[in-house]
Structure formats: structure tokens, C-alpha cells
């Protein structure tokens, strides 16, 4: 069984700073990683994914992550954030088959002014 | 094209009382997902559909809850009888049965069991 585990339930950071948002797992098995963004009201929307191929995955407003095998983590980086990125931020976990989906507790980001 | 649809977004009962949740899918979405989010936490995964056939319940509190997808399209949530402890966010998902991984979720029904 998989598990994920987002060890930062909330992080604030002042607009234009550098984030790095924490999320490791557990699996038998090889993985899919996701990250998911909901924002305030809104249903969860998926950010990015790593399936395989380049260990770096990219979001087309920024974010990026890197799957790390040997610690067995998928953080999030944004290197510089904007108010509009306050949300909360799920990392997820599924086998190669897309079943046994587990989300992580999630992180709350605040981008302060 | 329309995302995910559930109704009623909010929904405020007194326990031992019954409460349904609608979802309708993404048009073509043959695999359809029920979790449960309570406050502060992560998305739990309550049932899984494959067209109109519960392939995965395992997480499903079957004493209590039941759901259906009659069709293979739109799919009903219930509780009967509803506890103090169902008090959480119902949320739906869909998805294209050979891209198990991008799954596309509604704004979720909000329950309150006062």
C-alpha cells in the first residue's frame, strides 16, 4: 500500500519569495506522483504529474517538481510566488495502473504581501 | 466543455437523517470516483466506477453508504442513516479509463450533520 506524507500542514511566504512545498511517500511498488492545487471554493485541479521518462516535471505557471527516487520525494518548487498562488496543495500517489490513489494530508500556501 | 458537476454544493442535516449527493461526469469519462475529504485532510477514496460496475468499494462504510451509476453516466452518493461524523467534504471525480492518472474533480458537496 502506498502513503504520502506532506510534512508541512502550513506555509507562509512573502510574494516573490521562493517556495518549496514537502512531500515524500511510500510504496512497494513503483509510482505515479501527482500534485493537486485547490484553491479557496474550488474543486481540486491536478498541477503536475510524474509518470516517467525526465525526473523534472514542469506546470505551465511555474511550478515545478522533481521525483527523487532514493529519498523518495516529490517537492514543489516555485521560485518566485504570487498572492494568487495561496491555495492548498495536495502530493498523491497512485501504482502504475492509476488504482490505489492516496492523497497526502496537504499543505496550506499563504503568499503574503 | 462542462467539468465535473455534483449537487447540491452545501447540504445541512440533522443526524440519523438521510442525504444523497448527485454527480455527473465528464461527457466520455467511463471511470468515476467518490472520496471523502475531512477538514484538514486529504481526499479519501470511497468508491471507484468503471462504466456502471463498482470496481473498488473497499473504503465504502457499507452499513451506511451506498451509491449507483445505474447508467454509466451520473452516479448517486447516499447516507442512511447520517452521523455526527460524516460532517466532510463529498467530492467527484472522473476520468478516461486509459488515463487512470488525470483525474477531474468537482467543487464537492459540503455536509454539515448537526
Known amino acids: 500500500a502506498q502513503s504520502v506524507t506532506q510534512l508541512d500542514s502550513q506555509v507562509p511566504v512573502f510574494e516573490e519569495a521562493p517556495v518549496e512545498l514537502r512531500c515524500n511517500y511510500s510504496s512497494s511498488v513503483s509510482v505515479y506522483l501527482f500534485w493537486y492545487v485547490q484553491y479557496p471554493n474550488q474543486g481540486l485541479q491536478l498541477l503536475l504529474k510524474?509518470?516517467?521518462?525526465?525526473?523534472l516535471v514542469e506546470s505551465i505557471n511555474g511550478f515545478e517538481a522533481e521525483f527523487n527516487k532514493s529519498q523518495t520525494s516529490f517537492h514543489l518548487r516555485k521560485p518566485s510566488v504570487h498572492i494568487s498562488d495561496t491555495a492548498e496543495y495536495f502530493c498523491?500517489?497512485?501504482?502504475?495502473?492509476?488504482?490505489?490513489?492516496?492523497f497526502g494530508p496537504g499543505t496550506r500556501l499563504s503568499v503574503l504581501p | 466543455e462542462a467539468g465535473v458537476v455534483q449537487s447540491p454544493r452545501y447540504k445541512i442535516i440533522e443526524k440519523k437523517q438521510p442525504v444523497a449527493f448527485w454527480c455527473n461526469p465528464i461527457s466520455g469519462h467511463n471511470t468515476l470516483y467518490w472520496y471523502r475529504q475531512n477538514l484538514g485532510q486529504g481526499p479519501e477514496l470511497l468508491i471507484r466506477?468503471?462504466?456502471?460496475?463498482?470496481?473498488?468499494d473497499s473504503q465504502l462504510p457499507k452499513d451506511r453508504f451506498s451509491a449507483e451509476r445505474l447508467k454509466g453516466v451520473d452516479s448517486t452518493l447516499k447516507i442512511q442513516p447520517a452521523e455526527l461524523g460524516d460532517s466532510a467534504v463529498y467530492l467527484c471525480?472522473?476520468?478516461?479509463?486509459?488515463?487512470?492518472?488525470?483525474?477531474?474533480f468537482g467543487p464537492g458537496t459540503r455536509l454539515t450533520v448537526l
Open positions: 498523491a500517489v497512485s501504482d502504475p495502473y492509476g488504482q490505489n490513489f492516496v
Open positions: 466506477y468503471e462504466n456502471e460496475e463498482a470496481v473498488d
Open positions: 471525480a472522473s476520468s478516461l479509463r486509459q488515463t487512470y492518472n488525470e483525474q477531474f
Open positions: 510524474y509518470l516517467s521518462g525526465s525526473t
